[in-house]
């Protein structure tokens, strides 16, 4: 890494933990940053910087978001942020070419040793609710069965920066990870993006407890 985007991982981590001052909770030690798929539930724009700042800077340095390119290639800014410090994959949603599919691009990510961070619900949710999974996962998955995927439930994110909003409010959120899974022989679509979606919910509704498993640290280090 270069020595600005070491720095500004530094620098800009703080200031996301300073703004959101998120509580990290385990389900699950983590021993070695991937390549693995972390996928959560989207309620903002911070989303994909909260999850990151939770992460310890060996598991950030190999944790690529999947992010939409007409939101984080729209100033140069957010292009900054997706494209030297958090390496997003870009995708289009609005006219992919067909050189560039999605599970190509994200399957690629996977085979350099680098590890996911997705949002399988695609869009934002309007009632802190957990809305319908698309597929991409499950083709993902399907390709590479060895793949593990881990939830990680954020908390109160939506009120950090309500949609529609440029300006975040601090407030104190949650990001939970949870025990990994992975797809089965066989399973049959559905059922594999249920149990996703099912685990989720599982992490979104057990009550807050300490853990001694310790996959991630505040981002001070």
């Not at 300073?18 to 309620?43: D, F, I, M, W």
């Not at 599919?101 to 996977?110: E, F, N, S, T």
Request: net charge positive; glycine share 6%; charged share 25%.
């Amino acid at each position: 890494m270069k020595i600005i985007e070491f720095l500004a991982d530094r620098l800009f981590g703080a200031v996301v933990w300073l703004l959101c001052g998120p509580t990290v909770r385990s389900r699950y030690a983590y021993e070695t940053p991937g390549p693995r798929v972390y996928y959560a539930n989207h309620s903002s724009n911070l989303d994909a910087l909260v999850i990151w700042a939770a992460l310890p800077s060996a598991f950030r340095a190999v944790t690529r978001p999947v992010a939409a390119r007409d939101y984080w290639d729209a100033t140069a800014l957010r292009r900054f942020l997706a494209t030297r410090l958090l390496r997003a994959v870009l995708i289009d949603r609005r006219s992919p070419g067909r050189d560039e599919h999605p599970v190509d691009q994200m399957r690629a990510v996977l085979d350099a040793g680098e590890s996911l961070l997705i949002f399988p619900e695609g869009t934002r949710d309007h009632d802190e609710g957990i809305g319908p999974f698309k597929n991409g996962l499950y083709h993902l998955c399907r390709d590479r069965p060895a793949t593990e995927l881990t939830p990680v439930y954020l908390d109160n994110l939506n009120r950090v920066l309500p949609k529609g909003e440029v300006l975040p409010v601090p407030f104190i959120c949650g990001v939970t990870f949870g025990a990994p899974l992975s797809i089965q022989p066989e399973e049959p679509k559905a059922a594999f993006i249920a149990r996703l979606r099912t685990a989720l919910l599982e992490l979104r509704d057990a009550p807050p407890r300490a853990s001694t498993a310790k996959p991630v640290q505040a981002t001070g280090e």
